[in-house]
Every structure is written in C-alpha cells, then in structure tokens.
C-alpha cells in the first residue's frame, strides 16, 4: 500500500511506500499516529504545520458491507486537539481498492490560492481550481463531475471551508448522484481551506482490487458479518434503522428528556411527535421519496433516506438525527420540511449540521432571530455564504458565537458543539463528552444504546460505560465500521480480527485487536496533552453543572474525579 | 482594614473585618491570593463564581507620592487566567484613606439587571442604574458626580462591558474633571458588566487618614522616595517622561524596528516622526493644551497630558505610547489627531486601546478598512457601541477577531493583545509575553528600559532579565506605585521596606519583602496553573517564530526550553 504525499506549498505530489510505523493502522487509527509523529502538537491548526489527512479504514475496500467510511483528520481549529471526522460514500471503498492508505496534505500555499488534487490511477497532480472557488458543495461536485465523469469521486469543502470557517466540514460524494455524505466534525474542512484545497478528485479505478492474506478466512468471517447484520432485529429489514434511519430515536431521547430544545434549556419538545423516524418514513412515502437506501455500496443496513417536498422534489438526503436534533428542536422547529431546508443549506455551505445548529441556537438565545420562525433561521444561515461578519460568527461554531454575543449558555466541551443528547439527563454520553480527545462528539462514544443497563440519570456506572464505549468507538472509526454495525463485532471480536488476519495476514489474537483499539485513544490523548489541553479543557459546561434541565430537573453531577479517572484502566 | 462584600445576587452588602489571610496583601497581590482562596480556578469568567476585586496597593492613601494606583482584578474572560490591571486617577487614594483594603463584588444578578454601587463613608448600597445604562463612560461618570458632587469617585464602564466584550476595561476617575484613567486589560470590564455592575460612586471621605505603626520611619523613607523621583535626570522636570509622558520612548522603539506597524507586520514605521513624544509635546503646547500634569494627587512626576484638537478643545488625556503604537503605527496612521479620535472613542465606549488596536489591526488585515484612512477605522469602532456582530467582534478583542475573519496573523499571547512592543525585536518583552501569568503584558516586565544591558534582539540573558522585571512589576502592582517611579526603589529596596513597615508595623526585612513579591507571581502561577493553562497556551504566535520583522529581519526564537525554565529561580 502506499500513501500520496501533497505538498500545498510547491504544489507537488509524491507517492510513498507506507512506512513501516504505519502499516497495522488504519483510518482514525492512522490518522492519530501519524499526527503525534509527523506534526508539532501545539502548531497553529491553520497553519503550514498542521497535515489534513484523507484515509480508509483498514477494511476499506475489501468489501465488508457497511464498512466503507472515511476518514479525514488533521489537528482541530475548534477543539485545538487530535481531530477525526469520517462520512459515508464511496471514498472509504475507493481509495482502498486503489491501494491508497492515506492522502497526506502538508503545507500552505500563499494565502487566496486554491487547487484542486485530481487522481487517476498513479497520476496524481494538482491543478487551478478558480472556476470552482466560491462554490457550495453541490455544485462543486456537479461541476466535477461534468469534467471528470458521473464516477468520479469528489471531496470537497464549501464557503465555509473556504472562509476557514471552524464549523466547516467535508462532504464525500456516494453511488450515483449522492452528495451529501460530510466529515463533518472539528472544522476540518476550515483546515481543507488552510491548505488552499478545494476539492480531491478521484476517477473510478479500473480493475482494482484489495489483495487478501488469506482469502478463505476473510470470506468466512465478512459473511458472517454480514449475515449477523442481515438477521439484527434492530439492523435488519424489519428493523427501527432501516425502517427509519438515525432518526428512529428520535422519540425515545425525547422522552428521556435529552433532546436538545431551544438552545438546550429543555430536554423535551412539546413538538417532537412530528420529528419523529415514524413520521419522517411516512412523509416521505407519501411524496414519494426515497427511504431505505444505502450510503456506502454493499451495505446491507440501508438506512438513507431522501428527503422531498411536496412536490416530491429532493431536498436533501440523508435526514439524520443529530440534524434533526440541533436544527430542529433546538431552533424551535417541529417541521421537518423547516430541518430539510436548514440540512441542504448547512451541506451545501459545507458546514457541521451539530456546530451551527448549535450556533444557531446561542444566536437566537442572543436575540438574532426567533425560536419557531424558520425564516428568521434562514436569513442568518444564509449569511454565511455571503461571508458576512454574522455569517463568518456563525460558521465559526457555538463558542465563537456565544463569545462574540456575550451567551454564557455555550453547549460546548472541548470548545465542540454537543450532539443531541443533553448530557445532563444521558449522563453517559456527558462523560464521553468530557473526556475524548475528540471533544463532545456522540460517535466518540454513545451511551444511548445502553440505556436499558446503566440509569441515562444517575452517575454509578457511567465512567465505566463510557471507557468502553470509547474502545469500540475507536476500533469502528479505524476500520471503516459504520456505528450501526457494531453489534455483530462487540458480541463476537474474532469476526473483526478474521477480516483483519484474513487481508493483511498479522496473525493477530483477540488481545493484539483489543491493545490496537485502545492505543488509538492512548495516541490521541498524548497527543492533546502534548498540544497543551488539560482536564480542565475538556469539562461540560459550567451552567450544565448548575442549572436543572427539564423535565428531570437534572444537571451533569458526574463528579471530576470521575471524569479524571475514565482512562485509568485503558 | 475592612473589605467590601457585595452580593450581586442578593443585591446585599457587608463589611468584614480583613481576614488574617489577606492582611500582607494589596493590590496585585491580594487580587491573586484571594482569586486563589476563593474561586474555583475553572470557573466560568463570566459566571456567578467570578469575582470582581478592586482594591488599592498597599501605600494608597497614605500619601506616597506616584503610589495611588487602584488594581482591578478576577479571572479574565481573555486569558481564562488571573488578572490585574491597575489605573490612576484618585481611587487608590480614596480607598486606602477609608481603610478599605478591597472592594468584592460577587455573584450574579438576573441577566440585564444593572446596578451601581454608592459608598459614603460606612454606607454603601446598590440601586438601580438605568438612568447610566447605555452611555458611555464620560457620560457615566459625568452624570453621576451631577448627581453625588465633583468630588465623587466613579469607577465605570461603558458599552463595551455592558456588552460583556472581552476586550472591556474599567475607568476611574481622576482629580478634577479627569475621567479616562482605565484599568484597561484583560476584559475586567466584561467581568464587572457580567455581575450588573455599571458603576461605583465613592464619595470623598471626609477626615479619613491612613493610620501609621511608625510615622517617623515612613515620613522618612517616602520623603527619601519623592527626592530621588524628583532628582532623577529621567523622572524630574527636565526628564523626558515629564516632559514627553510614556509617549517620549516612540522614537526609541521605532529606530529599534519594534514598532507595532500595520499589524505587526514591520517594526518601523515611515510616519514615526509625527507621533513621537517631542511631536506631541510641540502640538499640544502650540494649541494650548495641557502638559505635565498628574494623574494620581501628588504625583512628583507628572507625565500626563490632555491633547487637544487645533481650536485647543480636549480630545483625550492622556495620550500613551501603548495607545500611539496599537492605535497609530499599527493602523498606519502617522497623526495623532487620529490617534487622539480613536483613543477618545475607545475610552468613551470602555475599551482597552492596546487589545482594540490589535483587533482593528486585524480587522483592516481582513479587509474590513484600509491602514491609514481614520475614517475608515472610525466607522469600524463605532460599531462597538452600537453593539452590531462587528462591534461585538471587534470588542470582543484580537483572538476573536481573527478567528472569525480567519486571519492567522494575530499578535496575542494567553489570548491578550500584545502591547506596543513587537516581541522579535525586543526579546526580553517577548519573554514576558510568553511567561507572564497575566498573558501579553508591558507592565508585567518591561525589557524596553534595559535595552542598553541585554542585546533586544539576542536570546542571551533575555530569561534572567524578565524573571526580574517581572518580580518587580509584581511589588509595583501590589503597592499602587507607578512604573515610572520604580527606579528608587530598585536601587535600594530598603525605603520600600521603611514605608511598608512604617505603615503596618511588620518589622519586615528585605528577604520578606522579596519573597512576598515573588509570592505574587507564585500564586498567579498556581490559579492559572488550576485553571488549566499549560506552557503551550502561554506561546508567542507560530508567525512570529518564522516570519521575520522588518528592518532587522527578526524572528522570536528564543527556545521553549528557556521559556519554560523562566520560574526555576523564582
């Protein structure tokens, strides 16, 4: 395998053997290792210091259903710590069928220039891309995709990358028209801007394919998996996230009193029966749209939806969850038309759904437009295309805006806007919140699914479920893995190191897999102390440690001590 | 002694005997230990466990000459760390003739409640301050010595605290009609506008006097002190600083390259004739302006001026070199009926010119204005007052603006503007920018006046230098004396020791006094160490450590290493 090495400073590329310290990673494993190795830690993250990586976890491109994701990483402008960020789409699958471990994009251009990386096969150059600058990510990959062909891959940033926006984030297109697939976390796509990188073109390889250590091992263990997945009652083709998407949750946080409403000040919206997977499915039928299909090719989950008007035009697809949480409820909406709109808005600018929907909500809080009133919503959203001082706030995420409008009440850790789930009455995910080096960041672990285990209210329990769930978040995020798919692999770890010995031929036992995923977070930990974050950093927000959240009146009184003791045991 | 508790959330306050714990302390110095005793260093700076002190040094009131600055401290909203920042004007005198060892404000009214703060003698009350809310802070105080007489005290802030801008300072008044000494850095006046604080009005006292241990041995020592002030050829009536005020060192820097020139970007300025000190003198003495006159009652020096414009009307007073580099130089203007405006307008609004000069600075990087053009930058500043997202931004100080502009070229360390002085020419300052507890701070050790000792631009020596200026400036702070009378006290620290023990009665030594000025920079370590600053957070600017300063092709390389042993010897 080899990585391509661009340097944005004499606009040259370099294909590289994959040197033998990266070999056994893969995805947000890569990414950590190569950050702690190749950049100083305490660099400016928009700097020529700082390296946006783009790379497949390791079973990208093998074929494993619902293991295509990719990765992109790089130090955060938002946290000012390690950052990974993976979407679906046919990156993860492509770039490991050509062989590529990881794209490696160094220095900087002189300031305004921007480019565009075009791959074909072992060419790989960098050419002007003025016609496309300015553009949002739709028509970028539009216009890509006339000149290069409908099979082209496009990774591209937006306005907001482009501005260096530190909610700005990366969206990857998918099989046939798809566009709207976003890493979209930690502002990346403002460090994709920092590089002078529009966009990454990536034609169809042509008779590629992964190579296998042992083809009949993997064979064995992938259908397997597969098989696992198909049968999930959950996963399956009767089930809740096939049926309705992430969006299927949306009731049960609800009535948990954890779904963030108006600007988090509530754990439960009286309008929240109308944001609900069940009412999404059936708005969408109705219009004739497209539910139950599938971001990455293969997966047998299929839980993308296409969201249409009235008319059944497309709005934006896939409508996920946290979407639905940070610009629906917490702006006030009880319309999923009203999300739609904000969703195609937030892709397009190529902005973090979680980041601005949560900017969204401190800025109305300040007085900015109206909690209910999409029109006031849009009109500042809108802004941010413009590059307007308002817009440019807003891109820059929940802190930025609650510092500039004088806001104490930032739903922030880590200096990242939070995901849907409060954390003062899922208490779990507070922890995670408040102590992964990714910063409150849902797919760093969630504790949703253990709901039914350890009390979402009460404190016993949470820092060990949170240290697990951390663990397995890091073995998904390094191998490609969606999170829906975890269950077959928790339940049976020697499926994951079958696929694995069965590519690269390691030879690893249950114990090498389980010291690979924890490293991950060992990694990215040293790496955030070495950039000089501290406990301290990392805390859930003080007026969520005093203040009462409906309905449960609870606040986030998981102790420090606690929180300072969740990595003892990794 | 006594302390003044006040409640803001309970709208009470109370006098309490000064607890033993605090006894030693003034100023700076009981700021950072009582930050230490009593707040959670973490806490949110505009949260309800912030505390806003005011308190005088421990010579104020007891007639020293150049001693009767008044500290205003808390956490920062800009550096998260400790902060002080100190003001003349007649508060430090006030406050110690009336046994007042601080004033602290605690807690948190509901939000947009504002308040003032009325002392007379042992009654102090707070009452309603919308009469005074939304004016600035010449009208503030105007308005409220309408009200309690020319001779009340008033301590205030403008638009920009009200605002909760982090780049907010605090005015207090002088002798006369004096209203723009600040207590200018590090956003205090965020902090007092968070507790709902518009203004303290202090009546004179009438017959208060500071109580003596051993009036001879004081009488003695500050006679001593005032001589040497008086016959210094620097400080006395023939010495530039009387006759040119701070302003007489810009000359001096600018031929040194480290001018603060269109942000940062040279260390010399072509129009640095037009705004040296010899230029502001010759101006003001043409239009029959004042010069030479004090800020503080009794000061021998006298170095303060009121500029006028050409019809010989006052525009400011007094006009500084901080403010002539941040606000003049660094914006490209050359004239200081420019500089005057600016200076003006941000005093009025409650600014400090040094973070407000860098954030426009930035801002004209970004293209907001042009460097040069007044009017231009003019119409950037009034936003501040009107409170619009560019005002709130720019008010919101340098690091804010160039994150949401997305500059990287922001002159600012622990988060705070640095003062006029570019740290790749004048090393030493450097040092203290990167290691100084209160973040980019001048008069937290000062290098300029040694320059002659220690090569500005070499590495060697540069780390013993600012250890010692900062100890110094650590007894400056917290005794109320001025940094220009520091050179007596230098030179035979035994008249400070005569004053302090002839005051209280201590019987302290030099090695007591020596260890309570290194006890300061001890305690201000520890808060923010707690706080969670680490040694990354405290760095010059990646920029400034790769892109040379004109005209001596300067970089800021003194190494880590040397930064991070700064505090062995403390």
Chains 1, 2 share one sequence.
Not at 72 to 77: A, D, F, I, L, R
Not at 123 to 135: F, K, N, S, T
Not at 202 to 224: C, Q, T, Y
Not at 391 to 402: A, D, E, F, K, S
Request: charged share 20%; hydrophobic share 40%.
């Amino acid at each position: 395998m080899k990585l391509l090495r661009v340097d944005m400073t004499t606009l040259q590329t370099r294909w590289e053997i994959v040197p033998e310290i990266y070999q056994q990673f893969g995805g947000r494993a890569l990414i950590a290792r190569l950050l702690l190795e190749e950049i100083p830690a305490a660099c400016d993250a928009l700097g020529p210091h700082n390296k946006l990586i783009v790379a497949p976890g390791l079973l990208g491109g093998a074929g494993v259903t619902t293991a295509g994701r990719l990765s992109v990483g790089g130090k955060s402008p938002l946290t000012g710590g390690v950052k990974e960020a993976n979407a679906g789409g046919i990156g993860g699958d492509t770039l490991g069928k050509m062989g590529i471990k990881a794209i490696v994009v160094e220095g900087q251009p002189e300031q305004g220039q921007f480019h565009l990386l075009h791959i074909q096969g072992d060419a790989a150059e960098l050419l002007p891309a003025e016609d496309v600058r300015g553009l949002g990510t739709y028509a970028t990959s539009e216009k890509l995709q006339e000149r290069y062909g409908a099979d082209a891959m496009v990774i591209s940033i937006g306005q907001a990358g482009e501005f260096l926006m530190r909610g700005a984030g990366i969206a990857v297109t998918g099989e046939r028209e798809q566009r709207s697939n976003h890493a979209a976390r930690g502002g990346l796509g403002a460090v994709m801007g920092s590089k002078g990188l529009k966009a990454v073109v990536i034609e169809k390889p042509v008779g590629k394919s992964v190579s296998f250590a042992d083809v009949e091992l993997f064979r064995n263990a992938s259908r397997a998996f597969a098989q696992k997945l198909i049968a999930d009652p959950k996963l399956g083709a009767q089930g809740g996230q096939h049926l309705y998407g992430t969006s299927s949750i949306v009731g049960a946080v609800n009535e948990m009193g954890s779904l963030p409403t108006r600007n988090f000040s509530s754990g439960s919206f009286e309008q929240a029966a109308t944001l609900r997977g069940e009412h999404l499915r059936e708005a969408i039928l109705a219009r004739e749209g497209n539910i139950g299909t599938r971001c990455m090719p293969g997966c047998v989950i299929a839980c993308r939806n296409q969201y249409v008007d009235e008319s059944g035009m497309p709005i934006v697809g896939t409508l996920q969850y946290e979407t639905i949480g940070l610009v629906g409820s917490n702006l006030g909406l009880g319309n999923l038309d009203d999300v739609a709109r904000l969703n195609f808005m937030c892709n397009d600018f190529g902005l973090d759904t979680i980041e601005t929907g949560a900017a969204l909500g401190v800025a109305i809080e300040a007085g900015l437009a109206e909690f209910g009133n999409v029109e006031s919503i849009i009109a500042l959203l809108n802004q941010v295309s413009e590059g307007t001082i308002l817009g440019r706030m807003l891109g820059n995420g929940v802190v930025t805006t609650g510092q500039v409008m004088g806001i104490r009440r930032v739903p922030a850790a880590l200096g990242q806007a939070m995901p849907a789930y409060d954390p003062r009455s899922l208490k779990g995910n507070g922890v995670t919140y408040a102590t992964s080096p990714q910063g409150a960041d849902h797919t760093a672990g969630n504790a949703f699914g253990a709901r039914n285990e350890v009390n979402p209210l009460g404190i016993q329990g949470q820092k060990e479920l949170s240290l697990k769930l951390q663990i397995i978040a890091a073995m998904l995020d390094s191998t490609g893995l969606c999170l829906f798919a975890r269950p077959p692999i928790i339940a049976n770890p020697q499926l994951m190191v079958d696929m694995l010995n069965g590519i690269y031929g390691w030879g690893w036992t249950k114990d090498d897999y389980d010291r690979a995923n924890r490293d991950v977070l060992r990694t990215e930990l040293e790496f955030n102390r070495r950039a000089g974050i501290t406990k301290e950093d990392y805390r859930i927000p003080e007026y969520m440690r005093e203040e009462p959240l409906a309905p449960h009146n609870a606040i986030f009184d998981v102790p420090d001590s606690e929180l300072d003791s969740v990595f003892d045991t990794l």
